[in-house]
């Protein structure tokens, strides 16, 4: 053959090649394969490692073995003392069977789980039909993680291709980063419980949805079968998470739009409509019958018979006070900076300013507006002209679903808690980042400041996520796998260090109680402020402390009785630095002591005992800590020389 008819045959390849097209998805294609290995260690970083071949202890394990024995119930019988009680859903009544059927809800004597039976159906009943054994929730939790991200990242991709086909590669590069950190799945899988499971579902189907909506709207071949499977998907989604049954609200726009764009006959639009709802509603219809033949109801999801931390039959759902508090720490509660590793935390957050239910107990969350910042994109959506009206269209559909469905979690539940963002952030953030690569200003200095703008939200978006994500809802990494924590604190410390060495002064970065789920992280920036207290325990209390340079620092503080603490006899508070002890006797008031630093993080250790001749022993909630600090010493005065 010829040169030049070899490199005409060959030339389509090539041009693919070395196209945008192919650049573009060679790039999200490496990016879920990074992003997928750190889901891997995130889910399995916390001393939980993944399991295969053994019995699991887990309910959605329980709910298959139901199911494979006939029943929609777990097989685990309720104790008759649980079952004799007047109000079995007294937490405090059922205290001593709350731990292994802890949020289980009893009905009719029988056991049922709250959570939606998809991931049963798509995952762990195929896994022990294939006899591999039972399913470990941490994989199951996993699985979902990384196929949703596929389908995320094929949702862009299509989303793009469709609406922005001149966006540069780097932009939607860097568009399924925050896809990847902003869908909250790298949070999930840092405690991959049942909860997390249940949402991880939810996410990938809903992921998996949306993409095949775009496939089969955006002119593929074939687009009834791409809409079908679609409805499918949604109809999974919501029977993982109740709240994504608001779904159904993008298949009736997509037959709407197929209509516009593709108008036909009766009989032609009857049957789009069989095939782009019919899927969905079955399972619909189904999961109601679910609930019918659990709990009686088609409404009842097993909430109301729920063994939690408060008492179903005494806290109301769908209460309008809780609305506005939720939808506050969902969308604007802040995200504290702090010198404490990973320097991004949830706790303490500013309480909600205005007036709660008294049911009304939330968890630690960070407003998904603090949290991804590229979200304020979206306000440019109100501006018609720069957009083109298609795109305008379908991201207004996609943030008006996602804020329904926050407002459905927000008035429903007496609390809130930051892995229920799961079920919308990814509505938002897909629309935030297409507005971001369509807008084109006519001023060249505007456009390239919008681009940079975005860009600098996405990578700090990215980053606060991956930082949440190390510590979780209960910092879980240092608790279960302290010495890759420390590690990682240690490697990452040069960073506040640099800070404190500009300020000039020790910084105290938080306290942390031994017992507590989350660290306290305290005032700006993770520094101890002024006035802030709290109770030293026999248990050593970790003190972390940012030094800006070595030497011997003053440890003032002042110390009180606590309420608790015995009467008489000795106490004495324990300051350890890893190399050396100091210890003083306790007397109220204000206290100091030296105590040696380097530059860079220091973890002290802070305990106290007590010693009575009638009650030998250390005794905890002993003394009450405020006004910590570590401050050089000054240098000791010199006497004026004599005449």
Not at 252 to 275: I, Q
Not at 284 to 303: D, E, I, K, T
Not at 436 to 454: E, F, I, Q, S, V
Not at 460 to 482: E, F, H, I, K, W
Request: hydrophobic residues 50%.
């Amino acid at each position: 053959m010829p040169a030049p008819e070899r490199r005409a045959s060959r030339s389509p390849l090539r041009r693919f090649a070395a196209s945008g097209l192919a650049r573009r998805r060679a790039g999200l294609g490496g990016l879920w394969g990074l992003a997928s290995l750190f889901y891997y260690w995130t889910a399995t970083s916390s001393g939980d490692p993944i399991l295969f071949g053994q019995g699991q202890a887990d309910y959605y394990n329980d709910l298959t073995s139901g199911f494979l024995a006939g029943h929609l119930s777990i097989l685990a019988t309720p104790p008759k003392g649980l079952l004799a009680l007047s109000n079995p859903y007294d937490p405090y009544a059922n205290a001593a069977w709350s731990g292994p059927f802890h949020d289980l809800a009893l009905y009719h004597g029988h056991f049922y789980l709250t959570w939606g039976p998809t991931p049963v159906l798509s995952l762990f009943l195929p896994w022990r039909l294939l006899h591999v054994g039972q399913l470990d929730q941490n994989l199951a939790c996993l699985i979902f993680g990384v196929v949703g991200l596929a389908f995320a990242l094929a949702l862009l991709d299509a989303a793009v291709s469709w609406l922005v086909p001149e966006a540069k590669v780097w932009k939607v590069v860097l568009a399924g980063l925050v896809l990847a950190t902003a869908g909250l799945v790298p949070f999930l899988l840092r405690t991959p419980g049942i909860y997390q499971v249940s949402i991880a579902g939810a996410y990938c189907f809903t992921c998996a949805a949306l993409w095949l909506l775009t496939k089969g709207l955006s002119g593929t071949r074939h687009p009834s079968w791409w809409l079908g499977f679609g409805s499918l998907a949604a109809g999974l989604a919501a029977g993982a998470h109740w709240d994504m049954v608001l779904l159904g609200a993008l298949l009736l726009g997509a037959l709407w739009l197929r209509h516009r764009e593709a108008p036909a006959g009766r009989g032609a639009e009857v049957r789009r409509g069989l095939v782009l709802v019919g899927p969905f509603a079955v399972i619909v219809v189904a999961l109601l019958a679910y609930n019918v033949a659990r709990f009686g109801s088609p409404l009842q999801f097993g909430a109301s018979y729920q063994l939690a931390g408060y008492d179903p039959t005494k806290t109301p759902f769908y209460k309008l006070g809780y609305l506005w508090p939720s939808l506050y720490y969902y969308f604007v509660a802040p995200v504290r900076w702090t010198f404490a590793f990973p320097f991004f935390a949830l706790a303490p957050p500013p309480a909600y300013p205005g007036a709660v239910p008294a049911t009304y107990v939330p968890e630690e969350i960070g407003g998904i507006l603090t949290s991804t910042p590229l979200l304020l994109f979206l306000m440019l959506l109100a501006a018609k002209r720069r957009l083109a009206p298609l795109l305008r269209n379908l991201c207004l559909v996609l943030v008006g679903l996602a804020l329904v469905i926050a407002v459905l979690i927000a008035f429903s539940l007496p609390g809130g808690s930051m892995r229920y963002e799961a079920d919308y952030a990814t509505l938002f953030t897909l629309p935030a980042l297409l507005v971001w690569m369509a807008w084109k200003p006519a001023r060249l200095a505007l456009r390239r400041a919008l681009t940079a703008l975005g860009a600098a939200f996405g990578l700090y978006g990215a980053l606060a996520q991956v930082a949440l994500s190390t510590t979780g809802p209960v910092d879980l990494l240092r608790l279960g796998n302290p010495t890759t924590y420390s590690s990682l604190q240690h490697a990452t410390s040069v960073l506040p260090t640099l800070v404190v060495m500009a300020e000039g002064h020790a910084s105290v970065v938080r306290v942390i109680d031994p017992d507590a789920g989350y660290p306290t992280a305290l005032g700006d920036y993770g520094t101890y402020e002024a006035g802030r207290s709290f109770t030293l325990l026999h248990d050593h209390e970790e003190i972390d402390v940012i030094a800006p340079h070595s030497g011997d620092y003053e440890l003032t503080a002042r110390y009180g009785r606590a309420e608790t603490a015995p009467v008489g006899g000795r106490i004495t508070v324990w300051v350890q630095d890893g190399t050396m002890i100091e210890h003083f006797r306790f007397r109220a008031g204000n206290h100091a002591v030296a105590v040696p630093l380097v530059r860079g993080l220091n973890e002290l250790e802070m305990w106290v005992t007590f010693t009575h001749p009638q009650a030998p022993g250390a005794f905890p909630d002993i003394l009450t800590v405020e006004n910590l600090a570590f401050s050089a010493p000054a240098p000791p005065a010199t006497a004026p020389r004599g005449r």
